[in-house]
């Protein structure tokens, strides 16, 4: 699977923006993906994922009601639009793929076999 995500950039604090990540070389309908967060000095954390095949999703705590993951299938195309912005937020954004089991061993990055090159996200106070 090849990931490619984009739509990372500076937004001041309470502002917007939507990543994407473009999928290809595999059928997802047995996927699930994921976006996850590196800050500099700090380890990968799990931010969200999706099941293709339903729709279900998964947040952590710190980006409940900011932050929505969906899918277009068509497109093989997962989004998290990311609102009310804070300075916290501010990383590097990583989408993953896998086909394993969906459980709570989403949150972990060695559970995706596929990643995506990263987009800056970066919010000023």
């Known amino acids: 699977v090849q990931l490619q995500a984009s739509g990372g950039g500076l937004v001041q604090a309470g502002g917007s923006l939507r990543l994407s990540c473009a999928a290809s070389?595999?059928?997802?309908?047995?996927?699930?993906m994921g976006w996850f967060r590196q800050a500099p000095g700090k380890e990968r954390e799990f931010v969200a994922a999706i099941r293709w095949s339903d729709g279900n999703t998964y947040y952590t705590d710190s980006v409940k009601g900011r932050f929505a993951i969906s899918g277009d299938n068509a497109k093989n195309t997962v989004y998290l639009q990311m609102n009310s912005l804070k300075p916290e937020d501010t990383a590097v954004y990583y989408c993953?793929?896998?086909?394993?089991?969906?459980?709570?061993?989403?949150?972990?990055?060695?559970?995706?076999?596929?990643w995506g090159q990263g987009t800056q996200v970066t919010v000023s106070s």
């Open positions: 070389g595999r059928t997802f309908s047995r996927y699930y």
């Open positions: 993953a793929a896998d086909s394993g089991r969906w459980s709570w061993e989403i949150t972990r990055p060695d559970m995706y076999g596929s």
